[in-house]
């Protein structure tokens, strides 16, 4: 065999060899899109157009308390600050979110506050109901209590009760307050310092 056709025989072995592993390749691609497993690309495209569809289909929220505000109490400053949510097709008790409440008396050094994790929400027209247990707070011996508060989201101006309203303070509240229970909205809400939004519950 002379050099001419060695090399002429050398080229079509490595061009076999090529268009081999080009089909195995192919093959292998083929079998990824088959199986779901598609190259970065294409994935990052199906996310897109899966989040953009989840964003176009995605239900309303049964019900919402959300928004912080000052009361309008001369010499106090007291503020509640309340982000409670309620998917869709579940009850009031899981309801999920958090709401917190700080309140400085006068001349008093420092305020007294308290993080809650909510534990019930219901809501009627822009009134709402949430309840919920003490995770963190700076008056002693508080964690572990229910409390709910009451919200009136109206036009003139938002109003809020609490649990505690005829005990004085959450200190002075008895532990055992059941979900969702509050009291009448008899506090006014100093609309300079914010504003409450009440998501009606929204039935099946």
């Known amino acids: 065999m002379t050099t001419t056709t060695r090399l002429a025989v050398t080229r079509r072995t490595r061009l076999a060899a090529l268009a081999a592993a080009l089909l195995v390749t192919a ?3 083929g079998s990824a899109a088959a ?3 598609e190259p970065e690309a294409g994935s990052a495209a199906r ?3 899966a989040t953009f569809a989840a964003h176009q289909g995605a239900p309303r929220e049964a019900a919402a308390l959300t928004g912080k505000a000052n009361l309008d109490r001369p010499g106090h400053e007291i503020t509640f600050g309340f ?3 309620l998917a869709p097709g579940v009850g009031p008790e899981e309801a999920k979110g958090t709401f917190t409440v700080r309140h400085r008396f006068p001349d008093a050094p420092q305020a007294q506050w308290a993080n809650v994790k909510v534990d ?3 809501t009627g027209g822009k009134l ?3 309840s919920g247990t003490v995770q963190d707070s700076n008056i002693k ?3 572990g209590k229910r409390v709910g508060i009451t919200v009136d989201d109206r036009p003139g101006g938002d109003r809020l009760g609490y649990s505690w309203l005829l005990d004085g303070t959450v200190k002075e509240q008895p532990r055992g307050l059941r979900k969702c229970l ?3 909205p008899i506090e006014k809400v100093d609309a300079k310092t914010g504003d409450f939004e009440v998501l009606p519950l929204e039935l099946p």
Do not use: E, F, N, Y
């Open 27 to 29: 093959g292998a691609a």
């Open 35 to 37: 199986s779901g497993a």
């Open 47 to 49: 996310t897109g157009q």
């Open 83 to 85: 982000d409670a949510h």
């Open 120 to 122: 019930c929400l219901v």
């Open 128 to 130: 709402a109901i949430v």
């Open 141 to 143: 011996g508080q964690r």
């Open 182 to 184: 509050g009291s009448v």
